[in-house]
């Protein structure tokens, strides 16, 4: 009687990757843990192999932000300039949120992404539609995408997530999110400070350090339009 194979690990040549494989696995890494050896060691594979697809740890991290980037449902340009430009930063920060470490990779401008710019020529071609002039569209796009990354790196520029000593309802530990641990550190820093702004700022200030940023960043880029809106009209 002849014996079983199962349990016995499966012999044969190594994984195969191509292109494709190795920008999935580039996404799944993190942005802010990529090199090439880390994504060789996700795929099994020498990192050495990598180098046959892309010449560099930055060749690679361009094609991965095209690939998040295409992966984004962006809003079709209508006739309201703010409601696109409203729906367009949302869709970056929901970008940015669903790719851990890419809000920081676009910050450092250590590649360029061919897809980042076909959303920036779309978006200002929009406005150009709108009744912008071509320098003042480049200008809006750019201010846009700088307050979105900036506003998010300020949200989740904290360590990774920790388990407090608390525990939930269910009995188990919580997990402090990115963003909220934040929060929490903002208002540990800046708390003992209140007192040093003046009186009618107080209030406003101790109630900023609370808000969620989410919230935070919606006022930002209400004010930013704003600003913008009196650009379109000439004032």
Same mark, same amino acid.
């Given at each position: 009687m002849g014996r079983s194979n199962a349990g016995r690990p499966r012999m044969g040549r190594p994984a195969l990757v191509?292109?494709?494989?190795?920008?999935? =696995?580039?996404?799944?890494? *993190? &942005? #802010?843990?990529?090199?090439?050896s880390a994504v060789g060691s996700h795929l099994g594979v020498a990192h050495?192999?990598?180098?046959?697809?892309?010449g560099s740890r930055d060749a690679l991290a361009s094609a991965a932000i095209d690939h998040c980037v295409d992966s984004v449902q962006w809003p079709e340009p209508c006739k309201?300039?703010?409601?696109?430009?409203t729906a367009t930063a949302w869709s970056f920060w929901t970008l940015y949120e669903v790719h851990r470490g890419l809000a920081l990779e676009v910050s450092t401008l250590r590649t360029t992404s061919e897809a980042l710019?076909?959303?920036?020529?779309r978006s200002?071609? =929009?406005?150009?539609?709108? *009744? &912008? #002039?071509?320098?003042d569209a480049i200008l809006v796009i750019d201010m846009?995408?700088?307050?979105?990354?900036?506003?998010?790196?300020?949200?989740?520029?904290a360590p990774e997530p920790t388990v407090s000593g608390a525990s939930a309802a269910d009995g188990q530990p919580h997990t402090v999110s990115v963003v909220d641990g934040v929060r929490q550190r903002r208002v540990e820093l800046m708390r003992?400070?209140?007192?040093?702004?003046?009186?009618?700022?107080?209030?406003?200030?101790?109630?900023?350090?609370?808000?969620?940023?989410?919230?935070?960043?919606?006022?930002?880029?209400?004010?930013?339009?704003?600003?913008?809106?009196?650009?379109?009209?000439?004032?």
């Amino acid at each position: 009687m002849g014996r079983s194979n199962a349990g016995r690990p499966r012999m044969g040549r190594p994984a195969l990757v191509d292109r494709e494989a190795i920008v999935r =696995a580039a996404i799944e890494i *993190g &942005f #802010d843990r990529l090199t090439m050896s880390a994504v060789g060691s996700h795929l099994g594979v020498a990192h050495s192999t990598l180098y046959r697809y892309f010449g560099s740890r930055d060749a690679l991290a361009s094609a991965a932000i095209d690939h998040c980037v295409d992966s984004v449902q962006w809003p079709e340009p209508c006739k309201d300039w703010r409601e696109f430009l409203t729906a367009t930063a949302w869709s970056f920060w929901t970008l940015y949120e669903v790719h851990r470490g890419l809000a920081l990779e676009v910050s450092t401008l250590r590649t360029t992404s061919e897809a980042l710019v076909v959303v920036t020529n779309r978006s200002a071609l =929009a406005l150009l539609d709108s *009744g &912008f #002039d071509a320098d003042d569209a480049i200008l809006v796009i750019d201010m846009l995408g700088e307050l979105v990354t900036q506003a998010f790196l300020g949200a989740t520029s904290a360590p990774e997530p920790t388990v407090s000593g608390a525990s939930a309802a269910d009995g188990q530990p919580h997990t402090v999110s990115v963003v909220d641990g934040v929060r929490q550190r903002r208002v540990e820093l800046m708390r003992p400070w209140l007192d040093a702004y003046a009186a009618p700022l107080r209030d406003a200030f101790a109630e900023i350090i609370l808000r969620p940023p989410v919230h935070q960043f919606e006022k930002k880029l209400g004010i930013l339009l704003d600003g913008v809106r009196s650009l379109a009209n000439g004032d």
